[in-house]
T-cell receptor, first 115, second 118 residues
Framework: ETGVTQTPRHLVMGMTNKKSLKCEQHLGHNAMYWYKQSAKKPLELMFVYSLEERVENNSVPSRFSPECPNSSHLFLHLHTLQPEDSALYLC??????????????FGEGSRLTVL | GDSVTQMEGPVTLSEEAFLTINCTYTATGYPSLFWYVQYPGEGLQLLLKATKADDKGSNKGFEATYRKETTSFHLEKGSVQVSDSAVYFC?????????????????FGQGTILTVHP
């Protein structure tokens, strides 16, 4: 138990569906991250929120839309996805500080399959 | 930009064998270095870390030393167990300033699959 909870753990959707992934952290952190983990590829950073402001968006297609309503919750809204978007989506959190010595805490991931 | 290169896998060992997984990095400034482990069906867990040159991180019998001169952070364990079978990720964390705040994002290597047989 890392203090970061992701739901759902598994999601199957068609290309025309709209769904959302949810992440919640109970660690009092102020930075939250979405990573994509595809087979045989390094983890890809998608989005970073710091103090509820989006501070990084790594050229992610607009069919992925993040939302951070408060420092404890992070969503990833999905619409008109492609089969190549099938992957494990990992949420992480960390304190916001002027230091890079602390680790990120990860959830267990949401396994997405796009048919 | 920052990057991490990990030893290609998969790695298959017998129980009690010695493990080394190589990791080298490219980064500006003074990053912190991490090893994360992912067991089947789970998310990433921190295994160990080192925050400055010559630091040694250790946990559960695993060790890695931050070598600035060779830009390396190789993972070692003297005697692996079946329960160590997992995917191991080397990562570095730089410091980024954006939006008026500082935050550290992790850059990962591609991961190394380790399988340990009895």
């Amino acid at each position: 138990e890392t203090g970061v909870t992701q739901t759902p753990r598994h999601l199957v959707m068609g290309m025309t569906n709209k769904k959302s992934l949810k992440c919640e952290q109970h660690l009092g952190h102020n930075a939250m991250y979405w990573y994509k983990q595809s087979a045989k590829k390094p983890l890809e950073l998608m989005f970073v929120y710091s103090l509820e402001e989006r501070v990084e968006n790594n050229s992610v297609p607009s069919r992925f839309s993040p939302e951070c309503p408060n420092s404890s919750h992070l969503f990833l809204h999905l619409h008109t996805l492609q089969p190549e978007d099938s992957a494990l989506y990992l949420c992480a959190s960390s304190p916001v500080s002027g230091s890079n010595t602390g680790e990120l805490f990860f959830g267990e991931g949401s396994r997405l399959t796009v048919l | 930009g920052d990057s991490v290169t990990q030893m290609e896998g998969p790695v298959t060992l017998s129980e009690e064998a010695f493990l080394t997984i190589n990791c080298t990095y490219t980064a500006t400034g003074y990053p912190s270095l991490f090893w994360y482990v992912q067991y089947p069906g789970e998310g990433l867990q921190l295994l160990l870390k080192a925050t400055k040159a010559d630091d040694k991180g250790s946990n559960k019998g695993f060790e890695a030393t931050y070598r600035k001169e060779t830009t390396s952070f190789h993972l070692e364990k003297g005697s692996v167990q079946v329960s160590d079978s997992a995917v191991y990720f080397c990562a570095l964390r730089g410091l980024t300033n954006a939006g008026g705040t500082s935050y550290g994002k992790l850059t990962f290597g591609q991961g190394t699959i380790l399988t340990v047989h009895p």
